[in-house]
Structure formats: structure tokens, C-alpha cells
């Protein structure tokens, strides 16, 4: 049976390079001579019908697994309406105001049913009951866990508290990282920015894994001019399109009032769903979300311009399957949307005012280089493309393998002397 192809990463993990290399070492031995796939499970109450870019990640993973023989794939999951059954459901209730996701409530049921799953690797995709008791049941099998971190949770609650007390909750919230993550083999992080806050907050054992895109799916087109017919937009309208969840540190009132500045002939179109959409008008458009990533490449493609005003974005998977259709993107100037604009593959607004906003948009049509920078946004899509990052990713994977099998027992044998609570 062959064994993936993977890569493993030398960045620093705060593990000795000469132990980290025998540990990967023994491994590699190991894992080429089992003889059943290895089980990865995913895990993480960032599951909505609606989508989002965790569910992007997870669905993507899965699908690129399916052809990979010597691993296998399980999500466990809240179960949501609308949403495909999982492998997994977690015991879970909603949770109001929040766009359509599910809190597993019980750390003890949530264990259970991972360790029920039996993997040889674990990976919680938030901070929250879930990631407790991955490391539970990681503990419980003698496996190890991973933790990928999708949101800094500092920044949600300094914005949360409001002025008045959002330092104080920010610090809270960077304490209570460092905790839940001090359980987990190894953290990973989708920006350099996300991996530098995890650093300051004390949390060990980082690394900076960035996301992906399928550019076979997202790529250029030539405009669906039906599309744009369909809503009465010309070719002399401009259309910005944002796509992804509607939530508060998406800042999308800032692209309100900057195309209520430009005034005619722009329109924004958002694209999306969650707690705090904009409010749609004469220049704001608000479309229900896009499960199909055929159609939703197709508005992409036809649009004029991507933008996005949010602060908080470890990522930015949205922003990239824009640039993978070759869209010009506007986009603040922070956190991982700064990253992703590096080197001109995006315009990056320094001020996340309407007005800088709209006098970046403006000077995107206004230089007569949107031909140039469509081709940036491409090259920089394709260099994240999701054949190239999952080398990466399933290095991380192999080298936390190695050490967990530092000292290896069979796997039988770890299920057998796992009890769930």
C-alpha cells in the first residue's frame, strides 16, 4: 500500500531538532508498516448550514483523503439542519444569535463519541467544550491532539466587552487560550499574525499552517453577463461583492458607508448569512449564502471587485478564492488579510473607515492596472493552492505521530485501556 506523500516541516516547535528527528524517524517506520490506514478525526462546533471557513477546510481535507489510502477521515460535528450528515454527531444545542451554530454543551458526551471514533490522531478546530475534550479523549486513547486555531478569541471578546471592559476580557480570553491549548500536542495557526498572538499569549508548541484553495474550481471566467442581467447590473456597474458570514468584526456597515460615498455606479453585493448583516438599499444588495462553490466561483469571477473590512481575519479563504478567480481584492489592512495582500496581490486599506475604503476602491478603477493585479491575485492564489498545502499540513500530522510513538504500543492495545467517564 503507498504511503502519502508528505513533507515534514522544519520550523522550530519549541522541541529539540535532534529529538524531533529521531521521534520522526521511528515514525516514518512505524506508520509504513501498519497495516490499516491511519484515522484522522476532526472535530469542532464551527459547523453551520451556512458554511464558513472551517467547513470550507474540513470539507476540502475530507475530500482530498478520499483518495489518500493510507489515511481515513471522520468529522464529528453538531448535527445542523440543512447541513449533510457528519461521521459523527455531537450531543449539542443552539446557540442563540450566533448564525445557525450548535454549542455541545456536555464535555463528557463529546468525548465519548471521539472516543468511540477511535482515531490515531485528533484535531479541535475551536477553543471551546470541544477542544477539552479532544485532550480528553486524546488522553484516553494515548494519542495525540492538535489543535487548529481559526479565531482569536482575544480580539472577539475585546470586541464583545465594548470599550469600557474589552482590555480586561481580551486578557481573560488570552489566559484562558494559553490553558485549553497547553493540553495539545502541537497548535497551528492559518497566518504568521495568528501564530505571533498564540506566542504572546504563552501558548508553546506553534506553528503557522495557512489554509488553501482549489483553483480548479476558483478561477478566472469570463463575466456571467446573465448574472449580472439577472439583478439589472450593466457593464458599466461596479460590482463589489463580499462573501462569508455576516458577523460584527466583519465590519460590514464600512462597506455600506463606503459605497454610500462612491455613490452610482457602484453597488455592493453581500453574499452571505449570519447575526449582523448590512443593511441592504438603493447600493446594497444582500443575497442569501452559496452552498455550491460552482456558483459561488461564478459571482466571484463576474463581479468587479472583492472587498472585506474585518480586523479579526486569521485567514481570509474567502479573500483567496476571490484572488483564485483572478478578482481584484480591497481589503483591510490587518491581521491575515494584510498578509494575503502582501506584494500586491490586493489593495490593503491602512484605515478601516467608509472613506478610506471607498477612496481604495476608487483608485483601483482609477489606475488602469486592474488587468495587472488580477493576475497577482491569481499567481498569489495558486501559490496556496490545496495540493501544495496539504504536504505541509500532513507533515505537522506525521511529525506528532513521531513523537507520540516515541514509545509505541499497538493500537488494540490503547483502545483496550480506554474507559470514557
Known sequence: MKTPSVQVSSRAMDVPSESR????????????????PLHLVDTTMFWSP??????RYLQSKHEWLAGQPRWRHSIAVPRVAGSPAS??????????????YRLPVSRAATRRVLVGLAPDLIEAGDPY?????????????????????????????????????????ARVAARYARHVYSGFDLVLAPSRSM?????????????????????????????????RERHGWGSETRVLVYAGRFAPEKHLDVLAEAVAQLGAPYVLLAVGAGPAPPRAGERVVVAPFVASTTELA??????????????????????????????PAVVRDAEGLGELAGAGA??????????AFAAAIESLFAAGDR??????????????????????????????????????????????????R
Request: hydrophobic fraction near 45%.
Open 371 to 420: 488587468a495587472d493585479r488580477s493576475r497577482a491575485a491569481r499567481r498569489r492564489a495558486e501559490a496556496s493552492d490545496w495540493q501544495r498545502v496539504w504536504p505541509s499540513l500532513f507533515g505537522h500530522y506525521l511529525r506528532v505521530l513521531g513523537d507520540a510513538a516515541a514509545a509505541p504500543r499497538r493500537k488494540n492495545e490503547m483502545r483496550t485501556e480506554a474507559s470514557p
Open 87 to 100: 461521521d459523527a454527531t455531537l450531543p449539542s444545542l443552539p446557540l442563540p444569535g450566533s448564525g445557525g
Open 21 to 36: 528527528s529521531a521521534r520522526a524517524a521511528r515514525s516514518a517506520v512505524t506508520i509504513r508498516t501498519m497495516s490499516e
Open 50 to 55: 451556512t458554511g464558513g471557513g472551517v467547513r
Open 195 to 227: 501564530a505571533a498572538h498564540l506566542e504572546e499569549w504563552g501558548v508553546a508548541r506553534v506553528a503557522c499552517q495557512p489554509l488553501g484553495v482549489d483553483t480548479s474550481v476558483f478561477r478566472p471566467l469570463a463575466p456571467d453577463l446573465r448574472w
Open 298 to 327: 461564478t459571482i466571484l469571477a463576474s463581479a468587479d471587485a472583492f472587498v472585506h473590512a474585518g480586523d479579526q481575519e486569521t485567514f481570509g479563504l474567502s479573500v483567496l478564492e476571490a484572488m483564485a478567480c483572478g478578482t
Open 346 to 355: 490586493a489593495i490593503a486599506v491602512e484605515d478601516g473607515t467608509g472613506a
Open 129 to 169: 467544550r470541544v477542544a477539552w475534550a479532544a485532550r480528553d479523549a486524546a488522553q484516553a486513547l494515548g494519542v495525540p491532539a492538535v489543535a487548529y486555531c481559526h479565531s482569536n478569541i482575544a480580539a472577539l471578546a475585546r470586541l464583545a466587552a465594548g470599550p469600557r471592559l474589552g482590555s480586561t476580557a
